[in-house]
């Protein structure tokens, strides 16, 4: 039983009925699907955005906010933003005004804050470049080597209390209030959740800041901010201990702000991140420039922070129909895949998700399920699959879910799913209530410990429809990965080819944080970062995404 | 049957089991009950958490809130410690009270439900240009599931929706749209319907966003002539016309249901 440890590597091999596919049109699929992220990757090198901009900010420990709750880092960023001078980056005139003043990060914020001080009269540097340009980089070092403590801190954990046993429990709690929260998660802890993901407030993707504070007011899910990861982390650590299983907390690096989350995430010790490519353009309509850029920075720090990210092409099945749309899923797994491998991160940090979404009253729905569990189970070894339940197919019959969920549970079980989205049998109706979690529980802790060897047992007929139709949406996934790859990312995105939505490339929310890179930009947390994954051979010495599944890996 | 049969002590003879020829009792409708699986017998499942600790008192604080909803013989069919001082109940009990069927009234949409050639007859009768419809989902809420599921080509259920049919222009908004740009979209667009789905319903914020959405229709001049219509999984015809929404549509409705509300409502107007 291989287990989900991003302390360790994981040897691929997994309990599932073997599928034989055809090995060279997976790897042209793999080979299409880099093309696709070189071009985005090329377009993205040369970009930066505010979120990325105050990122760097948050390495350099800048915390906390004003009295009017505007985080301290947007307020330097937009003063050098509003002037018009962010194209060289924040680093460059943040460090020459820290060398020019004498003052901390973080007090330097704050007399930016207060009006005292503008950023960008000190942009020009003159004699003090060199100082400037150490002092920048100490600074960065000292934000990646807390990442790098609480990785090492996981892993210790990891070592004490193991890293659980595949698929992975995971339950969200979304009370708003984070205090309940936490109760709700210790609770679930208790009755075997492996994975807690607090639900974040449905308003919170579109702001461009994150919130400062414990907070006790949410709406369908609780603020992510630095406190609340901290307040959670520190609760599951304790009921971990004393269950003797790591408990892994879960966020979302999405939206607006999603590189200052995974930021924020890796130095609170989150264990996963939602972190998808494209679910923001896709389902929150904000500007597919920056996401493709803030995507890229968020992973490379998760990547450091040994985080596990879930993809979100799951939700492509929300709105697009299951059967139809499943090659779709197919094909941006690969491309998630081949993004997230750029920015480091390794087969046991790739949750790809997907999900069980095919009409449950229809005949034979369950052999449409194993098909796409195996095909995607099957393309990608060892990665931790993030596997989702049946959402869209939920109703106010609460006892029908409860089955519909029971029978995703059997199918993640049976095909070695990596984590296993608890469906609740409420879904439709509420957020979770402190039962309906334990309802959800107990029948995974049944299925899970039933069907334990049922995978190894079971082979797939060769000639039979699950084979057959696993191989025809591996077909049509290459069919649309060749068109993405001969128009490009974007072109696809604008022409509604994933989840039935259309979006245009300066569409969207948060294109005004979107700049091209000036002659002199710097950020001096992008070429140490880039130096310690390839430290940590989590890529290659020149700096490149490592073959997958060829041995190259650490 | 002889006075010392066995079946005595088990109960109603054979005869009275058999019913003698009697068919099952009529219901009552002045004073119905909960159904078991005996007339009357008033029989309840309860499911619920409290937050004491697991043991017989916990049980016993389970079946003492029956009591004061006055439930009668509430038995404790499962019990499970959740934890931190939570415990889990499974409860069956009798409910003793009744209603009165014959006095229940419930406001129902006042229109004939028709399929897509029927809405669409419907409206050539009717129209004479096509009918334009403002779909959102507002406030916060991120779920487009069920606008989409109305609104969109593909539809929902087997049904096309509202897109599909040549008697309507439809634009969709999309999710967290203010309440605010709905009403400047609906002014722009001359909307003749405007939908608003509601599927976020923590501490109600969906009812307190409706309610806003009209409050502020009123006070723009955009209320009259405009037909508004909210759906959610926690809404009902009720709930929307208590917020004071025209009509409302809840869990599992399909395209065809809103739209034959829709072309009647606005025809009935003019």
């Not at chain 1, 691929?12 to 073997?18: A, E, I, L, V």
């Not at chain 1, 990442?147 to 954990?157: E, G, K, M, P």
């Not at chain 2, 439930?71 to 499974?90: I, K, N, S, W």
Request: glycine share 10%; proline share 4%.
């Amino acid at each position: 039983m291989s287990v989900v440890c991003t302390a360790f590597p994981v040897a691929p091999g997994f309990d599932c009925p073997s599928l034989a596919l055809d090995a060279a049109q997976v790897a042209r699929g793999r080979a299409l699907a880099r093309q696709i992220a070189q071009e985005v990757q090329t377009f993205t090198e040369i970009r930066s955005t505010v979120a990325i901009e105050r990122t760097v900010l948050r390495l350099f420990g800048v915390e906390g906010a004003t009295d009017g709750e505007v985080p301290l880092v947007n307020v330097c960023v937009d003063q050098v933003h509003l002037a018009g001078r962010l194209q060289d980056g924040i680093a460059r005139p943040f460090c020459a005004a820290l060398l020019g003043t004498g003052l901390q990060p973080t007090e330097l914020a704050q007399e930016i804050a207060a009006g005292r001080l503008d950023l960008a009269s000190f942009a020009q540097s003159g004699p003090t470049e060199h100082n400037m340009l150490q002092l920048g980089k100490k600074l960065a070092d000292i934000g990646l080597d807390r990442i790098a403590a609480q990785r090492r801190q996981r892993d210790a954990f990891q070592a004490r209390l193991g890293c659980g046993v595949q698929p992975l429990r995971y339950v969200i709690v979304a009370s708003g209030n984070i205090y309940e929260d936490v109760v709700q998660a210790r609770v679930a802890a208790r009755q075997g959740a492996d994975i807690i993901a607090v639900i974040r407030s449905t308003g919170q993707s579109l702001l461009d800041y994150v919130p400062e504070g414990a907070t006790t007011e949410g709406f369908g899910g609780t603020f992510a901010t630095q406190d609340n990861f901290r307040l959670m982390r520190a609760a599951l650590d304790e009921v971990g201990d004393e269950l003797g299983r790591y408990i892994r907390l879960c966020n979302y690096a999405s939206g607006l702000c999603m590189p200052e989350i995974a930021c924020m995430g890796a130095f609170e010790r989150l264990d996963m991140m939602l972190n998808d490519a494209l679910y923001g353009i896709l389902f929150r309509d904000i500007n597919m420039q920056r996401t493709l850029c803030d995507q890229r920075v968020s992973r490379r720090l998760s990547a450091l922070a040994g985080l596990v990210i879930n993809t979100g092409e799951d939700n492509y099945l929300t709105t697009a129909d299951a059967i139809e749309a499943a090659h779709t899923v197919v094909a941006s797994t690969l491309i998630n895949e081949a993004l997230a491998r750029a920015a480091g991160l390794q087969t046991n940090q790739l949750g790809l998700g997907h999900a069980m979404e095919v009409n449950p009253l229809i005949d034979n729905s369950l052999s449409y399920e194993l098909a796409q569990a195996i095909l995607v189970r099957t393309l990608f070894p060892g990665a931790p699959l993030k596997f989702m339940p049946p959402t869209k197919h939920m109703t106010g019959n609460v006892m029908r879910g409860h089955v519909q969920d029971a029978l995703f549970n059997l199918v993640g079980v049976l095909t070695g799913q990596g984590i296993q989205l608890l469906g609740m049998a409420t879904e439709a109706m509420h957020t979770p209530h402190m039962h309906d979690r334990y309802w959800a529980l107990e029948s995974a802790n049944l299925i899970f410990g039933g069907g334990r060897a049922l995978g190894s047992e079971l082979q797939l007929r060769p000639d039979g429809a699950i084979a057959e139709r696993a191989k025809a949406t591996l077909d049509h996934a290459l069919v649309l990965l060749e068109e993405i790859a001969a128009e490009g990312l974007m072109t696809a995105l604008q022409r509604g080819h994933f989840a039935d939505i259309k979006r245009a490339p300066d569409g969207g929310r948060g294109q005004d944080g979107v700049f091209e890179r000036g002659e002199n930009y710097w950020d001096p947390s992008e070429a140490l970062l880039t130096g310690r994954l390839i430290a940590a051979g989590q890529l290659r010495a020149d700096g490149c995404a490592h073959e997958p599944y060829a041995g190259g890996e650490a | 049957m002889s006075k010392h049969s066995p079946l005595e002590h088990r109960g109603p003879s054979l005869v009275a089991l058999r019913g003698a020829g009697k068919g099952p009792r009529p219901v009552d409708l002045h004073a119905v009950r909960a159904y078991g699986d005996t007339l009357d017998d008033g029989q309840m499942m309860l499911s619920f958490a409290l937050p004491v600790p697991f043991g017989d008192e916990a049980k016993e604080a389970g079946r003492e809130l029956c009591r004061k909803m006055g439930l009668l013989e509430p038995q404790v069919y499962h019990a499970h410690d959740l934890g931190e001082g939570f415990t889990y109940l499974t409860i069956y009990a009798r409910c003793p009270l009744s209603i009165d069927f014959t006095k229940i009234s419930v406001p129902k949409l006042d229109a004939q439900r028709l399929d897509k050639a029927g809405v669409e007859a419907f409206w050539a009768e009717h129209f004479t240009r096509k009918i334009r419809i403002l779909g959102a989902c507002t406030g916060d809420d991120a779920h487009t599931v069920g606008i989409d599921a109305i609104l969109n080509i593909k539809g929902y259920h087997g049904e096309k929706g509202l897109e599909a049919y040549k008697c309507f222009e439809v634009t969709n908004l999309g999710a967290q749209v203010s309440n605010d740009a709905l009403l400047l979209a609906a002014r722009e667009f001359e909307a003749d319907a405007i939908l608003v789905s509601q599927v976020v319903t923590q501490k109600d914020c969906h009812r307190s966003n409706l309610a806003a959405l009209i409050d502020l229709a009123e006070a723009e001049g955009l209320r009259a002539g405009i037909a508004y219509v909210c759906g959610g999984p926690r809404l009902s015809h009720a709930i929307a016309l208590e917020l004071g929404f025209d009509a409302g549509f809840g869990a599992g409705t399909t395209p065809t249901e809103v739209a034959s509300y829709v072309v009647q409502a606005l025809a009935r107007e003019r």
